[in-house]
């Protein structure tokens, strides 16, 4: 395989970011948003309390296009959302799924400015070939492919304007619709999800970073020759601006109607893409909509972006197993240990049973040693149902017990189990899910993950922050 390199190659040295935070940058983009969030909140008003029915078909499909022609951090908001059961009405969860791979892209007048600004006045000389039309258009960026003069095909990902002072208002308005939010429903307490929120979104206008969590893939994926990571072209890469080795694929959609031979080979290779990583070197890959994996001609899949990296402190791996275990072996105290273990505190009996139910039905695939499909799916949304039997119990709970804090650390993790979940549905995948997952985590140890995660994170100069 082509992905096997030596960690030590490093990116071409980042210049300051041009788009630094500015006043008018903030001020554009509160009135931006702050139309579009008041045009989304005057209408469901209307609903609520004016008895107004609105068309929510058509209100989802208005809203999605405002925030995919916004860009930034509100459309990948967006994105998580439509990805968590129940956190909107499936008429709206349904179209925002559409902004993972069909976000309006950026023309070329606005490319040419950008690869000046990142690579030189003479940027075009150094490809034999540069794509007008971008292939991919994301929340934060757009992907052109291009061609280099010794003939490598490689995907040129190019950060959208301002964005600094796009994540700043987009996060002041999220945080104002969290506090608005936990007036009307105080099951649960949001602010460390707002934290987590905003960590990654920051970190994803680095592209530096992310050129270094792609050499991370690269290492900690070597031996899995069913995945496969982009190389990094350091000469080609900026702050804003990476450049990666092409990956030729098809979209995962396109053989959901394949030989069930094919689907659950499919089905495998991404359950190792992401769960050899977390169990092995505490790390996931907190972004897995469709847009972010293609599939080869051997049915191997390619593996992309890496801007939504998340490393956990080997402690907080631990007590996933450890409650895997507990639920596994119906022990109620064990339980409990794994919840305080991730930073859940003062919990009533009434919480804990509560919790029990959703962690139930994320781990039942796999405490059911036969071969199954991975779920249902159900009001269009993987865990939806079962999600809002959670909620409504917990809001009921709140009264008595007050409302739970869920730890940061949840908000990928959930949206990886639930996004991979969904995708395997889609497959139609039938995996003795217990004996794969057993298997993995087999060896697990905390003090070797705890020394290997160290060492790999100082080798590929991966901040511990992320650990917070």
Known sequence: MTKKKKPAETTAPSKPLEDESTLGGRVKRYSQVGTTMAGLAAKLVREKYLGLKIERGDHAAELTSALGNLKGPLMKVGQILATIPDALPEEYARELQHLQSNAPPM??????????????????????????????????????????????????????????????????????????????????????????????????????????????????????????????????????????????????????????????QLAMNMFRAWYVPLYHYGVIHGDPHLGNYTVRKDFSINLLDFGCIRVFPPGFIGGVI??????????????????????????????????NIWARFLYAPVMDDRVRPIGERSGGVYGRETAQKVHEALRAASKASGSVKIPREFVFMDRAALGLGSVFLHLKAEINWYRVFNELIADFDQTRLTQRQKQTLKTFDIPHILNT
């Open 107 to 264: 023309g070329w007048p606005f490319v040419k400015r950008r690869m000046k600004s990142e690579l030189g006045t003479d940027w075009e000389q150094r490809f034999r070939k540069f794509e007008h039309d971008a292939c991919a258009a994301a929340s934060l960026g757009q992907v052109h492919k291009a061609i280099t003069h010794d003939g490598q095909a490689v995907a040129c990902k190019l950060q959208y304007p301002d964005m600094k002072s796009a994540i700043e208002a987009d996060l002041k308005q999220l945080k104002l619709i969290f506090s608005l939010y936990e007036r009307y429903d105080q099951a649960i307490r949001t602010d460390d999800i707002h934290q987590e929120l905003s960590a990654r979104l920051y970190e994803e206008l680095d592209y530096h970073l992310e050129a270094k969590h792609c050499r991370l893939y690269v290492h900690m994926l070597k031996d899995e020759t069913g995945v496969h990571v982009p190389d990094v072209i350091p000469d080609l890469s900026t702050t804003r601006l990476l450049t990666t080795g092409w990956l030729e694929g098809e979209k995962i959609l396109n053989f959901v109607e394949a030989s069930l031979e094919t689907r659950n």
């Open 322 to 355: 450890e409650l895997y275990h507990a639920l596994l072996h119906d022990n109620r105290d064990q339980a409990v240990h794994a919840y305080e273990t991730w930073g859940f505190k003062n919990l009533s009996t009434e919480q804990i049973d509560i919790l």
